[in-house]
């Protein structure tokens, strides 16, 4: 699906910062929740961080809680994953997805109605 494109991922390494970028093509974010995922090589799809429509909530999974922060910038119909002290095992490939829900609705993959191609994260030496 092509209502929303990732950029911003890029190689990195260890203790790095890059902010990754989801903007909507044919419709506005803000009606939506948008959630981050990625998924590594041979790993499961992973949910990241997620903020919801109806309110300033966000969530994050353990993993990149106190690292990671979602934003978004509604004059840019965009939004925002600022990913600070970057370990290998962040590297992956990044998708944004949208969802109905008025509040951020979990990771199942069935609850997103839309999704970025997503763009590559490496973090390496």
């Known amino acids: 699906q092509s209502h929303l494109v990732e950029s911003g991922g890029n190689l990195v390494q260890p203790g790095g910062s890059l902010r990754l970028s989801c903007v909507g093509s044919e419709f506005t974010l803000g009606l939506y929740s948008i959630s981050w995922f990625r998924q590594a090589p041979g790993k499961a799809r992973e949910g990241v961080s997620c903020i919801s429509s109806k309110s300033t909530a966000t969530g994050y999974a353990d993993s990149v809680e106190g690292r990671f922060t979602i934003s978004r910038d509604s004059a840019k119909n965009a939004v925002y994953l600022q990913m600070n002290s970057l370990t290998p095992e962040d590297t992956a490939v990044y998708y944004c997805?949208?969802?109905?829900?008025?509040?951020?609705?979990?990771?199942?993959?069935?609850?997103?109605?839309?999704w970025g191609q997503g763009t590559q994260v490496t973090v390496s030496s």
């Open positions: 997805a949208a969802s109905t829900a008025s509040y951020c609705p979990g990771y199942a993959a069935g609850l997103y109605h839309f």
